[in-house]
């Protein structure tokens, strides 16, 4: 009998929550309760990242006396003027060069680093070398300098060779500048690859290149979207080189953009509609690669 009394006191204690308020119920509430403070805080700071893309899209609908009030009118009519004009309907200049133009080194230039960034970090990573540190710490020191420092020769380069407007000497600069990041990130990501699989490859007669695109490539494939997607990015909106190089023919997209800028003010219903627009193939290769971009930004960070 007093061992029946014994296990029902047993389970009352075990049922009953621990004063203060540290019972299985409390412990259980303050983990959700947690969680769902961290998520409105992220929703917050999506929605503060994405309120000025939101206002410019907004703003691209608006003729040029609604933008320019101060405080804005947030619902005043909508046109499409900004567009028309942006593509050339009111008699201005085209942007399909430019966007071309920009489309052209984008590409050809990531394409560039990846071939060249991806033996780099296999040498570094699966087969490292002696003081693979240092080799790292070089490649980034080169963007240690400034970009505006580095302009005056390579100026002086591309004048005394014709290469000045030219889209081929932009592949050439934004592929040295992105070269660097692409190291760096691949590094992390190829560390990740198991060394078995490449040995399994080896012993199966497979050389170098067929293992880095047959056997590295496919495992590392988040990794190199992830990379890829940055590089596209960095040469797309890269202004300066752009500016000083190219006149009409390689002029580019974001050098397309500040023409609209002139002594006569600054159009803000055009501006906004023109960076909609030139936005849009970033964001446009940022939707569809999302999956792998999340997936190769968080590869290597956890050993």
Not at 57 to 86: I, K, M
Not at 116 to 125: D, F, G, H, K, R
Not at 231 to 240: A, D, Q, R, Y
Request: proline fraction near 6%.
């Amino acid at each position: 009998m007093s061992n029946v009394r014994t296990d029902e006191a047993a389970r009352t204690e075990e049922a009953a929550p621990v004063a203060g308020g540290r019972g299985p119920t409390a412990a259980g509430v303050r983990p959700r309760a947690k969680g769902m403070g961290l998520g409105l805080l992220a929703w917050l700071a999506g929605l503060l990242f994405f309120l000025p893309i939101a206002w410019m899209a907004l703003t691209s609908f608006h003729s040029e006396e609604d933008a320019a009030t101060n405080p804005p009118s947030v619902a005043a009519s909508l046109t499409l003027d900004g567009y028309r004009e942006f593509f050339g309907a009111g008699g201005g200049a085209s942007p399909w060069p430019s966007l071309i133009n920009s489309f052209v080194a984008s590409t050809a230039s990531t394409l560039l680093v990846l071939i060249l960034a991806l033996p780099a970090a296999y040498a570094l990573s699966i087969r490292p070398v002696k003081k693979w540190t240092d080799v790292l710490f070089f490649f980034l020191s080169t963007k240690m300098l400034p970009v505006v420092a580095g302009l005056l020769p390579i100026y002086l380069f591309a004048k005394n060779t014709d290469f000045l407007d030219n889209i081929w000497l932009l592949v050439i600069l934004y592929t040295s500048m992105n070269l660097p990041i692409a190291v760096w990130m691949m590094q992390s990501f190829l560390s990740e690859v198991p060394v078995a699989i490449i040995e399994a490859a080896q012993i199966d007669g497979a050389r170098l290149p067929t293992i880095l695109t047959r056997v590295v490539a496919p495992i590392a494939l988040p990794g190199i979207a992830a990379t890829s997607l940055i590089c596209f990015i960095f040469s797309w909106n890269e202004l300066l080189f752009a500016r000083v190089l190219t006149g009409v023919v390689a002029q580019t997209a974001p050098v397309f953009l500040t023409g609209f800028i002139t002594s006569q003010g600054l159009f803000l219903a055009k501006v906004c509609a023109a960076s909609l627009v030139i936005s849009l193939p970033v964001l446009a290769a940022g939707f569809a690669a999302q999956d792998k971009l999340v997936q190769g930004l968080s590869l290597g960070a956890v050993k």
